[in-house]
């Protein structure tokens, strides 16, 4: 422990000199010696401060460097279970590899952030005794900031189930398949036109499903009764869920 706050000091000392290079290479020792003995959040803080030391000297440099502190000090921050912390700090990282061209540990850390925060409302909300954060952060309190952390975390909750908070889309991919099958399902119940009214066996409800999902709508097969209301729904939700693969998949393929 006395040789991990030795060279956190000097570090310190380097940094208030602007020898930065020296800076970060202290900090990121000390970050490792702290992460050895479990001291996780002073770990995180030195890890924190390796990047923003790197970050100074990026004009000459790569990115990298600072990036990959910041993704450790993360680590560490979720660790001591700082999760509000945890997702600036893999923001940062991710904000970071973007600018050095490493897009898929970019991707990779963008959706950490997400979680991270998704976390830490997800223990905020719960109202269990507070863990003392690493980094004091202003908080909107009282009734207003308690109904904004819901809906966000509604928000974050949805995002991450549908596509990865943009990152995963092949979940977009198995959601689509999801509400194809189970409107199919519920056809199967119902009644369609094609002119006459008939009863659906189930392939016939998966072909006017996909038909009803992707909107081509060739006519051939129509909704009667109370199946109206499940094409409705379920073309709305292929409106909104389509395009939501496209834009995943783009994000996440064309950065390879």
């Known amino acids: 422990m006395e040789e991990a706050r030795i060279l956190e000091r000097e570090a310190h000392t380097f940094l208030s000199q602007e020898k930065l290079e020296e800076a970060f290479r202290l900090f990121k020792r000390a970050g490792y010696l702290y992460k050895a003995q479990g001291n996780h959040k002073q770990s995180a803080l030195c890890f924190a401060s390796a990047g923003s030391c790197w970050s100074k000297l990026s004009g000459e440099k790569t990115f990298y460097n600072s990036a990959f502190s910041y993704q450790e000090a993360a680590k560490e921050a979720e660790k001591s279970q700082d999760y509000e912390y945890a997702s600036l700090l893999y923001r940062y990282s991710a904000i970071n590899y973007e600018r050095d061209g490493e897009f898929l540990n970019?991707?990779?850390?963008?959706?950490?952030?997400?979680?991270?925060?998704?976390?830490?409302?997800?223990?905020?909300?719960s109202f269990k005794k507070k863990i003392q954060p690493i980094i004091e952060t202003t908080k909107e309190k009282g009734l207003r900031g308690f109904i904004k952390s819901i809906l966000l975390w509604i928000l974050l909750t949805f995002s991450y189930l549908l596509w990865g908070h943009g990152e995963r889309p092949l979940r977009t991919f198995f959601f689509a398949l999801g509400v194809i099958f189970l409107s199919a399902f519920f056809y199967t119940f119902g009644s369609l036109s094609s002119p006459e009214h008939f009863r659906p066996g189930f392939f016939e409800a998966l072909y006017f499903s996909v038909i009803t999902f992707t909107t081509v709508g060739f006519g051939d097969i129509t909704p009667v009764g109370f199946t109206k209301w499940i094409a409705t729904a379920e073309a709305l939700s292929g409106v909104f869920i389509i395009p939501l693969l496209v834009i995943g998949l783009s994000r996440k393929y064309l950065r390879i």
């Open 106 to 125: 970019f991707s990779e850390c963008f959706y950490k952030s997400k979680e991270a925060y998704r976390k830490f409302l997800t223990y905020k909300l």
